[in-house]
C-alpha cells in the first residue's frame, strides 16, 4: 500500500507551479488546503502573469484581484465576449484598475476580443481606459515601470491618434506594439505612427495598417541612434485605393540600415486587386507573405517567387484552385529555400502537394502547412503557425 502524503510538505516552489495551471477559482480552493498554500496564493511571483476571462457575470469577482494584487503583475491578458456590457464593463475596470495603482510593475497588456461587436459599437469605453492606461505612471515613477509590448489586434476598436499618442508620450520603452484589429476603418494616421516611432527608439517590432505608414515613418527607423527594428508588419486594405506606395528607393535605404529586418505583408479581401502587385516592392524584405484576397491571384504568387525568393519563409493564401496556381506554387517551392509555413486554403492537385511535401519536409515536421487535394463540407481546421 502506498504510503499517505502530506501535501502540506510540498516544496513552497512545487505550490506555485501547480497553482499557474489552475484558474482563479480552483486556485483559491486548493489554497484552502492548508495554511501554507494559502501563504503560496499571496506570493508575487505566481501574480507576475494573468489572464482574466469574461464570459459570464459570476466572474467580476475577478476584478478585485488588480487592487489586491496588481501591483505584482508583469503581464496581463484579458478575453472577452463583447457582445454583453458587464463583459466589457468588468475589462474596462481591469485596464482602469491597473491604471490607478500607486506601484504598479506592468510591462505588458494583451487584449482579444471572441464575440461580435454590439450595432454601432465604437468602443469608446475602452478607447477611454486605455487612455488612462497609458497615461502618466502614478507617483512618477521611473522608466522601469513602463510598458514594454502592446498587443491590441484582438480589440476590434475603432482606434485614434490621441489613444496612441498618450503611449508614446509615457512610455518611450516600448518594444512592441501591434494595432493590427479587424475594424473595417483604420482612424491612426502616419503622423501618429511617426510620432510614436521618433518617441519610442528601442521599438522592434510593430504592426500597423499600411495606410498608418509613410516614408518619413521608415526614414526615422534608418536613424542611428536607436535600437534596429527587428519586424514590421503590414496589412493592405481598401484605403490603400487612396494611398499612395513607399518607394522603392526608401525601402532600398531601410535594407542597407536595417539587414536583419522582417517584413509581414498582407493583403485582405478589400484591397483592390490591381494595388497588391504595385505594393509587393522587390526592395522589401518579406519574409512572411500573407495574400488572403478571394480571387485568383497565381500571378502574385509568382511575383513572390521573383522578388523574395530569398527571404520568404512563410505564405498564406485564400483563393481560388486552378492549374495556373498548381504550376506557380510549385515554382515558389523549387525557388524559396527558406520555406517554413504554407497555408493555402483551396483545394490543389495530389502531385503538386507531394512535390511541395518533398521540397521542404519540414513542413509535415513542424506540421506548418494547410493543403488538401479534396474539399471538405465543414471549415478547414489549418496546421500551425497559420
Request: glycine content about 4%.
Amino acid at each position: 500500500m502506498a504510503s499517505s502524503q502530506d501535501w502540506s510538505s510540498l516544496p513552497e516552489h512545487v505550490v506555485v507551479k501547480i497553482f499557474t495551471c489552475l484558474t482563479l477559482g480552483d486556485r483559491y480552493n486548493a489554497a484552502l488546503t492548508c495554511r501554507d498554500w494559502l501563504h503560496c496564493f499571496s506570493l508575487p511571483y505566481l501574480w507576475r502573469h494573468f489572464d482574466y476571462y469574461f464570459y459570464t457575470k459570476s466572474q467580476e469577482r475577478l476584478v478585485k484581484s488588480v487592487q489586491l494584487y496588481g501591483q505584482s503583475m508583469k503581464s496581463v491578458y484579458i478575453e472577452l465576449d463583447q457582445g454583453e456590457a458587464e463583459n466589457r464593463d468588468n475589462a474596462c475596470k481591469v485596464l482602469t484598475g491597473l491604471a490607478k495603482l500607486p506601484h504598479r510593475r506592468l510591462q505588458r497588456i494583451r487584449i482579444k476580443c471572441t464575440g461580435e461587436n454590439p450595432l454601432f459599437y465604437v468602443g469608446q469605453e475602452f478607447k477611454e481606459a486605455l487612455t488612462d492606461l497609458f497615461g502618466q505612471v502614478a507617483n512618477g515613477q521611473g522608466l522601469s515601470n513602463q510598458l514594454l509590448e502592446v498587443d491590441l489586434s484582438g480589440l476590434p476598436v475603432a482606434y485614434d491618434d490621441s489613444v496612441f499618442d498618450v503611449l508614446s508620450q509615457n512610455h518611450p520603452n516600448l518594444e512592441r506594439l501591434n494595432i493590427l484589429n479587424s475594424i473595417l476603418v483604420c482612424k491612426v494616421t502616419p503622423q501618429c505612427v511617426l510620432r510614436l516611432v521618433t518617441r519610442c527608439r528601442k521599438l522592434k517590432e510593430i504592426q500597423v495598417f499600411y495606410s498608418s505608414m509613410s516614408e518619413d515613418i521608415l526614414e526615422a527607423f534608418t536613424e542611428g541612434n536607436r535600437i534596429p527594428l527587428q519586424h514590421l508588419s503590414m496589412k493592405c486594405r481598401r484605403e490603400e485605393k487612396y494611398g499612395r506606395d513607399l518607394s522603392d528607393d526608401m525601402w532600398k535605404r531601410v535594407v542597407q540600415a536595417l539587414p536583419d529586418l522582417h517584413v509581414t505583408l498582407a493583403f485582405d479581401n478589400t484591397c483592390p486587386l490591381h494595388k497588391v502587385s504595385q505594393i509587393m516592392n522587390p526592395q522589401i524584405p518579406v519574409s512572411v507573405l500573407r495574400l488572403e484576397t478571394f480571387t485568383r491571384i497565381y500571378e502574385e504568387v509568382n511575383l513572390a517567387t521573383d522578388f523574395y525568393h530569398d527571404s520568404l519563409e512563410k505564405l498564406v493564401l485564400q483563393t481560388r484552385p486552378s492549374a495556373e496556381l498548381n504550376k506557380a506554387l510549385l515554382r515558389l517551392s523549387s525557388c524559396c529555400p527558406k520555406l517554413r509555413a504554407l497555408h493555402v486554403f483551396c483545394v490543389l492537385d495530389r502531385a503538386c502537394i507531394e512535390k511541395i511535401h518533398a521540397d521542404h519536409p519540414i513542413l509535415k515536421e513542424k506540421g506548418s502547412y494547410t493543403l488538401k487535394d479534396t474539399m471538405e463540407p465543414h471549415p478547414w481546421i489549418s496546421g500551425r503557425d497559420c
